[in-house]
């Protein structure tokens, strides 16, 4: 597929909206539009019980509440293992001994440019309060992992990126 022409059409503060006329392999030319985002970073933290971290917040685009792991944007210049701790620490106010990257995925590849990498994080401790963005509202608690990955499995879980990062981990547990 070749470019032809790009045009911006909204630019906000998380993401830009592009209207590219481009040329497909068959010779057709034809539009596409995509939306461009910043990359996000999501952590499974365990403790030493298997016990799991998780949010809830009110997420303004599908008009209610989600229950989701810690996660949030990855900030320009940013290696996605720090934005991880980063969001972790914000979010919870726990750290953790052990990182691994689980999986990094592009969660609706035909409408957005979006990756997020999703980190597993080991042997947690609560080392301050969390400290949340301005316009950030959410509680943290703790879950069982098998409690949690039965919701998943049962279909009560609506986060992908929860979704995912759970089934991944599973292997690790």
Same mark, same amino acid.
């Given at each position: 597929? $070749?470019?032809?022409?790009?045009q ?10 592009? =209207? ?9 030319? !034809? ?8 990359? *996000? ?12 971290l ?19 944007? &990855?900030? $320009? ?6 934005? *991880?701790?980063? %969001?972790?620490? %914000? ?5 953790? $001994? ?5 999986? %990094? ?12 990498? &999703? ?9 301050a309060?969390p400290?949340?963005?301005?316009? %950030? &509202? ?12 039965? =919701? ?9 990126? !929860? ?7 599973? =292997?690790? &547990?």
């Amino acid at each position: 597929m $070749e470019k032809l022409d790009s045009q911006e059409v909204y630019k906000g503060v998380i993401i830009r909206v592009e =209207k590219d006329r481009v040329r497909l392999e068959n010779g057709v030319e !034809t539009y596409r539009e995509s939306v461009r985002h910043r990359n *996000a970073v999501a952590v499974v933290a365990l403790d030493e019980e298997n016990h799991l971290l998780m949010v809830e917040q009110y997420r303004y685009p599908i008009g209610g509440k989600l229950v989701e792991l810690p996660a949030g944007l &990855i900030d $320009e210049g940013e290696e996605p293992l720090e934005a *991880a701790k980063r %969001e972790l620490a %914000e979010e919870t106010g726990y750290e953790a $001994e052990h990182w691994q990257l689980l999986t %990094e995925f592009y969660p609706s590849g035909g409408v957005h440019d979006e990756k997020i990498y &999703i980190y597993l994080a080991r042997k947690i401790k609560q080392t301050a309060e969390p400290h949340l963005d301005g316009d %950030e &509202i959410l509680t943290s608690h703790k879950t069982l992992f098998g409690d949690l990955l039965k =919701k998943v499995q049962d279909g009560e879980v609506q986060d992908g990126k !929860t979704i995912i990062g759970i089934l991944m981990a599973q =292997k690790f &547990i």
